[in-house]
């Protein structure tokens, strides 16, 4: 009888201790689905920008390889600013960070969540690898526009307190050097900053389907609305 007893108890305590984990698992996946909701939205955003920095590279080069670009250095000064703008998708990760490092991946006893997890996680990884790629580039971007363009120019644009927000001029005031070495250096960073955006452009849209799929299969697997 007493072996019973204290088999019983034990079997009550492991059950209660089964019941207090699959809550945490699933308060986890709660929160993970609204991180992920939040990313979709980040994802969008960003996918925006990109495209927005790739049609005014494009646009750039364009006004450069024109004769009279001397005409439009108004138009030149604006583009040449808002590309040196740094503006990358920031991943909402709090709960991922705590599954990983928190013990809570151990909570997790479905196989298929924590390889779905995983995998997002490598590809939100690599994206930000690419935008630490991006960051160099327009470093090295920056370091030459000031072969082309007069900083008391741009003083004159950085009007708001945003400094993303920059006006755009209706004269066109004269460049600093018109040689094409200094042009085709500048084009040069352009070009290669340009060509790292189409490849985060792919990197998000992987990423977003990733996402959209994590939080389909969160739902199904923990029967959530």
């Not at 007893?5 to 019941?19: C, D, F, H, R, T």
């Not at 604006?78 to 990760?93: A, E, K, T």
């Not at 500048?186 to 189409?198: H, P």
Request: aromatic share 8%.
């Amino acid at each position: 009888m007493l072996f019973l007893a204290v088999l019983s108890g034990y079997i009550a305590e492991y059950n209660l201790e089964q019941n207090i984990e699959r809550h945490r698992e699933k308060e986890y996946m709660i929160s993970l689905i609204k991180d992920l909701q939040n990313d979709t939205t980040g994802i969008n955003n960003a996918v925006k920008d990109e495209l927005e920095r790739i049609a005014l590279a494009d646009s750039i080069m364009i006004l450069f390889e024109k004769k009279d670009f001397k005409n439009n250095t108004g138009a030149l000064y604006y583009i040449g600013g808002m590309l040196g703008f740094r503006v990358f998708f920031n991943p909402n990760d709090g709960t991922i960070q705590q599954l990983k490092y928190a013990g809570g991946l151990r909570l997790i006893q479905k196989r298929n969540v924590v390889d779905s997890i995983q995998k997002y996680s490598n590809l939100v990884r690599d994206l930000l690898r690419l935008q630490e790629l991006e960051e160099s580039h327009l470093v090295e971007y920056r370091s030459v526009m000031d072969k082309i363009f007069y900083a008391s120019v741009f003083n004159t644009m950085f009007a708001s307190k945003n400094a993303i927000n920059i006006k755009q001029l209706d004269i066109n005031p004269p460049l600093v050097s018109e040689d094409k070495k200094n042009i085709n250096d500048l084009s040069m960073k352009i070009v290669i900053a340009k060509a790292n955006r189409l490849s985060e452009l792919e990197g998000l849209d992987v990423l977003q389907s990733s996402a959209v799929s994590l939080i389909d299969l969160l739902k199904k697997e923990y029967h959530l609305n």
